[in-house]
């Protein structure tokens, strides 16, 4: 299949263009087979008139589409289908932060800070007869997304709403060859000494030691570094 373009229009770096014919697929995809699950990224689309599939098994396990303006996300069940359709629409021509989460009992639809939540039916996602994570369509010639994705992530767990924030709000920036700028705002904390650690990764494991920082009397804020 022809792979999307990556151009240099994505939130900080590099996104990914699809169009009407691109979109790619993973097919050693065995660690997705999972009974809870989290996907979030952000989107340009183009057009949206139609079912766009952001992600999806093959098989129809899952899929997490934007279908005329809405967002769906659907579950194939052990047990039966469930499925979900937001209220408020994704806007074209605009980045928008999208996401779904499923544990079992519900299903929450995201559009930046603001979610939705349906009540599931308690079944788990199939994990038999499974085959490739497509992105940007739902096959091969159906149902292709049209417009720029930025910022993937999957997860085989449902993140909370507060984590789900955390993700919206953050800010990962390359701001040269070897460095990389990390912010997150927190706003509404409480007077207390919160804990707070940094890693990253290259291919090896880098972390800072576990520190802490008290809100409400003293404070003790520094920049920590890995290295």
Request: hydrophobic share 40%; charged share 15%.
């Amino acid at each position: 299949n022809p792979a999307p373009k990556a151009i240099n229009n994505g939130r900080y770096w590099w996104a990914r263009i699809f169009d009407w014919v691109s979109y790619l697929a993973a097919t050693n995809t065995g660690w997705l087979n999972t009974s809870y699950i989290t996907i979030f990224l952000r989107v340009n689309p183009t057009n949206v008139s139609s079912d766009k599939t952001i992600i999806g098994r093959y098989n129809n396990t899952y899929r997490f589409r934007i279908s005329n303006w809405l967002l769906r996300l659907y579950i194939n069940g052990a047990n039966g289908t469930v499925s979900a359709t937001s209220t408020f629409s994704i806007p074209t021509n605009q980045r928008t932060f999208i996401g779904a989460t499923y544990d079992w009992t519900q299903i929450r639809l995201y559009k930046n800070m603001q979610y939705e939540t349906y009540a599931a039916a308690y079944w788990a996602i199939r994990t038999d007869n499974v085959s490739s994570l497509v992105i940007g369509a739902f096959n091969s010639s159906s149902e292709k997304y049209v417009g720029a994705m930025d910022e993937l992530f999957i997860y085989n767990r449902a993140l909370t709403p507060w984590e789900m924030n955390i993700a919206y709000q953050s800010n990962l920036k390359k701001i040269s060859n070897n460095e990389w700028l990390f912010t997150r705002v927190y706003t509404g904390l409480t007077q207390w000494t919160y804990n707070y650690e940094i890693a990253a990764t290259d291919g090896s494991w880098w972390n800072t030691i576990n520190r802490n920082i008290t809100i409400g009397t003293a404070t003790v804020p520094w920049a920590p570094t890995c290295t």
